[in-house]
Each structure stands twice: as structure tokens, then as C-alpha cells.
T-cell receptor
Framework: GQNIDQPTEMTATEGAIVQINCTYQ??????LFWYQQHAGEAPTFLSY????GLEEKGRFSSFLSRSKGYSYLLLKELQMKDSASYLC????????????FGQGTELSVKP | EAQVTQNPRYLITVTGKKLTVTCSQN?????MSWYRQDPGLGLRQIYY???????DKGDVPEGYKVSRKEKRNFPLILESPSPNQTSLYFC????????????FGQGTRLTVV
């Protein structure tokens, strides 16, 4: 089967660091994506991991461990505009390359 | 500019009145899909297409149809909309295979009364 779990909501303080975890189970893993989605808007791509390790892109980093079925998104120097939903998604080659989304983590950044 | 364009952005309609939501991409992507997003349920795939004339059901296909006559267009058709199809809909496209992040359209907020 397939399953993606991430926390429903998190709160953090402006300027701090926050880590959003994602665990997954899928038969034909072919990459993990993180998206940011502001309320009522389209998801926008943040990062992609297909090999184990850390990918860094400015204030955002994403980590993957395929053996553990685990990823995290790390956001540094939090800004108010980072308040959004963060979606973890796994591509499954056994399902025609389908992207399977978690339910998203609603992050609130407080002053 | 690379983009996925959906229309309309907002639509209020009545039960049973057929409607079509259009989706067009300019990136020559093979893979296109439709999602609906509902509170507490996340993004759920309705239908997807791996190339022209190749479509398949996603997780929640009931009540929807799609077609892929050209590579760039992937319309979503609701033959007889019902109130439980009130939702936020997104079209997405990507390259098929390794990598290839999905690019999303702006979304269509549909209300069926």
C-alpha cells in the first residue's frame, strides 16, 4: 500500500528554525518532493530528493533516508511569509509515476 | 514563461448542469493530472494522463471525465455535477519519469448548489 504521514500543524517563531517530518510507505519509490501552499493558492515546488542525503537551497533544506522511508524539510531564519501549508509528496513508479501527497503540515510563524 | 493555465478560477453552478474546466500547459510535458483538494483530505488525484490519448483513473474518478486529444490540453468534465463535487481543483503537469516536479495551475474553486 501507500501511506504518507506528516504532522497536521506546527507553530514556530520568526527567525527560528523548524523541521517538518514526513514518513512514507510506497512500493515503487521514485523521488520525494516538498511543496509550499498558501491558502487558496497553487502548490509551488520547493525541493526534490531521490538519493539519500541533504539538499540545500537557500533557507530551505530537505533530507531523505530511503531505508527509513523518512524525509524532513528544514526552514531556517523563519519569516512571517513562511506561514503556509507544506506538502510532502512521493512519486511511485509502480503507479505510472503518480505523485502521492500527504495531507500537509500547516505552519504558523508567530512574531 | 512556463505555466499551467486553468479556467475558470471560480465557478458556481447548479446540480446536473454539465461543465468543463480547461487546463493547458506550454512546457511540452507528457504527464498531466487533475486533483481535488478538500479540508482534512489533502490533494487527491482524480485522473491522469501519461501522453496523448492515454488516460487513467486516479483515486477519486467517480463523476468525472477527462480527455487528452492534444499534448498541451487536459480538460476536466463534470457531466452531471453534484454538491459533493464542491471543491478546489488543480491541474498539474510534469515530465514523465525520473525527477520532474509537477507544475500546478492556479486552481478552480467550484461550488455546486
Amino acid at each position: 500500500g501507500q501511506n504518507i504521514d506528516q504532522p497536521t500543524e506546527m507553530t514556530a517563531t520568526e527567525g527560528a528554525i523548524v523541521q517538518i517530518n514526513c514518513t512514507y510507505q510506497t512500493s515503487g519509490f521514485n523521488g520525494l518532493f516538498w511543496y509550499q501552499q498558501h491558502a487558496g493558492e497553487a502548490p509551488t515546488f520547493l525541493s526534490y530528493n531521490v538519493l539519500d542525503g541533504l539538499e540545500e537551497k537557500g533557507r530551505f533544506s530537505s533530507f531523505l533516508s530511503r531505508s527509513k522511508g523518512y524525509s524532513y524539510l528544514l526552514l531556517k531564519e523563519l519569516q512571517m511569509k513562511d506561514s503556509a501549508s507544506y506538502l510532502c509528496a512521493v512519486r511511485d513508479r509502480d503507479q505510472g509515476g503518480k505523485l502521492i501527497f500527504g495531507q500537509g503540515t500547516e505552519l504558523s510563524v508567530k512574531p | 514563461e512556463a505555466q499551467v493555465t486553468q479556467n475558470p478560477r471560480y465557478l458556481i453552478t447548479v446540480t446536473g448542469k454539465k461543465l468543463t474546466v480547461t487546463c493547458s500547459q506550454n512546457m511540452n510535458h507528457e504527464y498531466m493530472s487533475w486533483y481535488r483538494q478538500d479540508p482534512g483530505l489533502g490533494l487527491r488525484q482524480i485522473y491522469y494522463s501519461m501522453n496523448v490519448e492515454v488516460t487513467d483513473k486516479g483515486d477519486v474518478p467517480e463523476g468525472y471525465k477527462v480527455s487528452r486529444k492534444e499534448k498541451r490540453n487536459f480538460p476536466l468534465i463534470l457531466e452531471s455535477p453534484s454538491p459533493n463535487q464542491t471543491s478546489l481543483y488543480f491541474c498539474a503537469s510534469s515530465l514523465y519519469g525520473e525527477g520532474g516536479e509537477a507544475f500546478f495551475g492556479q486552481g478552480t474553486r467550484l461550488t455546486v448548489v
